[in-house]
């Protein structure tokens, strides 16, 4: 069924203007002043309402084995929360254990969200081994349609690489024209300070973040910035939670290094104090990089005022606090990693970004959705509102007034990092390629629908 969106305000990353957006075969194929609906059309009135591109989430955990555990979400839950707080393209990590063959982890993660996602998808290829058998599969695995590698500097014995692994790793992007994204931090400095810390008795969460400070994270980074520099790969920081490590970001751009950079909502909106809380309650907040001093906030509200960051994402991840967190009770090494906030990111980013004045609204969409697409080759399918593009549009209602809280989410958890939080805005009508996804805050969309969104290298 034809869908016609009337009278709403549309707002891209550049431009901001009232019109009606008329949708067929999944697609925009109009936008003007008083369409006029054919017979059989869906009018939704969007007086009053923005009308933003469908946001993306660049970096979320889904399926994921990790630390001895699974993360809670299937797609289909996870892409139901993504699409209520008004997600509609997710882009997720391929983490295959060393010993798995890349080519099997692909289609296991492809396999997993392919008949469940009610919003389209894609992923970044995580390389957590690098020998001639895994290099033909990321070669095979490009081919299908995924251009970005994700690799860990991170979690020593796991998914971390090393430093040949790396400079492999790096020319192959190059060669293939594949962006790496990255998780920079230290992986031999934690273990040590970890090892320290026990050993003094300091068990608790509350110490996770002193085993990983921020000059471990500014020294991955300074490492990435030598390999890109070394191979002229393009590479993408995920998470980047701190100045220390935005100078060293920077430092490396000022030399030419092609690099860019993603902060989360959580680094925005929770800090170092968060993760100290009293009772075990700390844990909610154990994430990686982990939440820092305060002061961060400002420096990161900045870089994405200027540019200097990217994108926000959410990196979710979730564990429950009742059986998973625990698992950390007396050692914080062991509390699976991961503060999920895949439904409220845009909602929170709105509240404290656009409404609170840090950022204009051109900045919130190309942030949360546009340069997001650019960089990882979904622009214009995704990510604007303009004829052609995917009919992924989020009508938003910034005069609405609520609570998060778990009782209320969707997500499959048991607890909410911003529990109580307020939000000064939220979805009122999302849309999945021309179909209604989700209608005041209720998801109405259909699971298995997304699509794997297959993806040109070289398209910078
Ligand atoms: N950090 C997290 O907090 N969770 C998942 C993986 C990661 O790098
Ligand atoms: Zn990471
Ligand atoms: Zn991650």
Redesign the pocket.
């Known amino acids: 069924m034809p869908l016609l969106i009337k009278n709403g305000e549309i707002v891209t990353a550049s431009e901001r203007y009232v019109a009606d957006i008329f949708c067929e075969n999944e697609t925009i194929t109009r936008i003007d002043k008083n369409i006029s609906a054919p017979p059989g059309t869906e009018v939704i009135d969007a007086t009053g309402k923005y009308v933003f591109p469908g946001f993306i989430d660049p970096h979320v ?1 889904i399926y ?1 084995p ?1 630390m001895g555990t699974f993360a809670k979400d299937t797609h289909e839950t996870a892409s139901r929360a993504a699409l209520i707080g008004g997600t509609t393209t997710f882009i997720e990590m391929i983490c295959p254990g060393r010993e798995e063959k890349p080519l099997e982890a692909f289609e296991l993660w492809l396999g997993k969200a392919q008949g469940t996602s009610a919003c389209d998808f894609t992923f970044h290829m995580g390389v957590t081994r690098y020998d001639e058998e895994a290099e033909r599969d990321f070669k095979e695995i490009v081919r299908r349609g995924v251009s970005s590698f994700k690799i ?1 500097l ?2 020593k014995g796991a998914l971390c690489v090393t430093d040949e692994e790396l400079y492999k790793t790096l020319c192959l992007a190059r060669k293939l024209g594949v962006i790496t994204t990255a ?1 920079c931090e230290n992986a031999d400095l934690i273990v040590e300070l970890q090892k320290k810390l026990l050993a003094e008795g300091k068990t608790g969460p509350e110490f996770h973040e002193a085993s990983r400070p921020p000059v471990v994270e500014a020294e991955g980074v300074h490492h990435l910035m030598t390999f890109a520099e070394m191979t002229g790969a393009h590479v993408y920081i ?2 980047l939670s701190c100045e220390e490590a935005l100078r060293e970001a920077m430092a490396g751009a000022a030399r030419g290094v092609n690099v860019w950079v993603e902060t989360l909502i959580q680094y925005l909106l929770c800090d170092k104090a968060d993760a100290e809380k009293p009772n075990f309650e700390g844990a909610k907040f ?4 982990p939440l820092r001093e305060k002061k961060n906030q400002k420096v990161l509200w900045n870089a994405l005022r200027k540019g200097f960051a990217s994108t926000l994402a959410t ?1 979710h ?1 979730p564990f429950d606090f009742a059986t998973q967190k625990q698992m950390g009770k007396d050692d914080f090494t062991r509390i ?4 999920p906030s895949l439904e409220d990111r845009v909602n929170l980013y709105f509240t404290h970004g656009v409404q609170r004045g840090q950022i204009d609204l051109h900045t919130f969409v190309n942030t949360a959705s546009t340069h997001a697409a650019k960089l990882f080759g979904l622009f214009p399918r995704k990510g604007t509102i303009q004829p052609g593009s995917d009919a992924d549009l989020v009508i938003y209602d910034s005069n609405y007034r609520g609570k998060i809280s778990a009782k209320s989410h969707a997500m499959n958890l048991d607890y909410n990092a911003f529990e109580g939080m307020e939000i000064e805005g939220r979805p009122h009508v999302v849309t999945v390629r021309g179909r209604v996804a989700v209608r005041d805050g209720k998801f109405v969309g259909e699971a298995g629908r997304g699509k794997f969104l297959q993806r040109e290298p070289n398209h910078f």
């Open positions: 955990h994921l990790f860990f991170a979690y998780h995920v998470h154990v994430m990686s990089p990196d991840a699976p990693n991961g503060i």
